[in-house]
């Protein structure tokens, strides 16, 4: 009877203990459950996330911290570690959904499937300015990208010099992928501004006897001195190529203002045509060393499909409306010049 007993109490002991064991097993195994597969990122709008070149785990969970997206990060870092994510970790731009699991959260990381972006620059006038304004898409630093594009090697690597290297780059809207580095922007662009100059544009460059890099620099002033009304560019574009066919300085106040590297200017006074500069073109005859600024394509094809027409002279019209009036003769021109100027010191623009 009392070793019936003692099997019994036994028994219900083991019983217990089992029941324990599945029940602890069950509460653990919820608990990893939650960790892997229960939704753990909270987004209320479109985020991305940045993972830097050569960034840790550490990193990354400082980063989705930092972000708010994550609303148990030690919960994530346990399931990173666990899927070994710290040896699969990826650079680059990456859109976060609201909902996703710490699970589908790794697995999405750890296949490198980032979001590209869209690179677009316009109204950029030097190297400075295109550094910093490719800077604000990509990985690469405002400094990086200046360096790069004042790098002598890669002026001569892709056939350019200091002068006329910013032609290279031809305004546009380009897919990029956000870890890009400096040379791989460069290497890009070469390979656009390749893409751009096809046989016809190379064609219609050799009938106006101007290299490529000539026709980007002739649209660079083109562009500066009509920047708001577009069709009137192939106007402009012909004025200057009759002025270069004779021999006829350019006499171009925007490259006056590159000179003197000062863009505030808005009325060029007589002692700024006597500074020293090939830049120039009331001293020096025939197109400056480069562009004057980072010609649209607009502004390129204006050049090459220019408008044939006798015009020497050009002068903004009085009504600041933008556009222009052209003339033939001197004596045309300075008739629309003084109207113009008169027009300056009625609204008081000394400079």
């Not at 753990?40 to 785990?57: D, H, M, P, W």
């Not at 346990?78 to 990826?90: F, L, M, S």
Request: positive net charge; proline residues 3%.
């Amino acid at each position: 009877m009392k070793k019936s007993k003692k099997k019994n109490g036994l028994k219900k002991a083991i019983s217990i203990v089992l029941i324990l064991f599945i029940i602890i097993g069950a509460i653990v195994g919820m608990v990893i459950y939650d960790r892997v597969y229960m939704p753990n990122v909270k987004v209320e709008k479109e985020t991305y996330l940045f993972i830097k070149t050569g960034a840790s785990l550490n990193d990354v969970l400082e980063s989705l911290y930092d972000k708010k997206i994550i609303e148990d990060t030690a919960s994530f870092g346990w399931v990173a570690r666990k899927k070994n994510y710290a040896n699969h970790i990826y650079p680059g731009r990456y859109l976060i959904q609201d909902g996703l699991s710490n699970n589908a959260m790794v697995d999405m990381l750890r296949s490198g499937n980032q979001q590209p972006l869209q690179l677009t620059f316009n109204n950029v006038r030097t190297k400075k300015e295109l550094a910093k304004k490719v800077a604000e898409y990509i990985e690469a630093s405002e400094e990086e990208l200046y360096a790069v594009l004042n790098d002598p090697a890669i002026w001569k690597k892709y056939g350019f010099n200091q002068y006329t290297f910013i032609s290279m780059f031809i305004p546009n809207s380009y897919e990029f992928y956000w870890n890009t580095s400096a040379e791989g922007f460069i290497k890009r662009m070469a390979k656009e501004y390749k893409n751009f100059w096809t046989s016809e544009r190379i064609a219609k460059a050799k009938v106006i006897n101007l290299s490529q890099s000539e026709v980007s620099t002739l649209a660079s002033i083109v562009q500066a001195e009509q920047s708001m009304k577009a069709d009137e560019r192939p106007i402009v574009a012909g004025l200057y190529i009759n002025r270069l066919n004779i021999g006829m300085r350019l006499q171009s106040d925007p490259t006056l203002i590159f000179a003197i590297g000062d863009f505030t200017i808005k009325r060029v006074l007589n002692k700024d045509k006597l500074v020293d500069s090939r830049y120039n073109t009331y001293q020096y005859a025939g197109l400056p060393p480069g562009p004057i600024n980072v010609p649209e394509i607009s502004s390129i094809d204006a050049v090459l499909n220019y408008e044939k027409h006798n015009y020497l002279y050009m002068c903004a019209k009085a009504d600041f409306s933008f556009y222009h009036n052209f003339a033939t003769n001197l004596r045309q021109h300075n008739i629309y010049a003084a109207q113009y100027q008169r027009e300056l010191s009625r609204r008081r623009i000394n400079r």
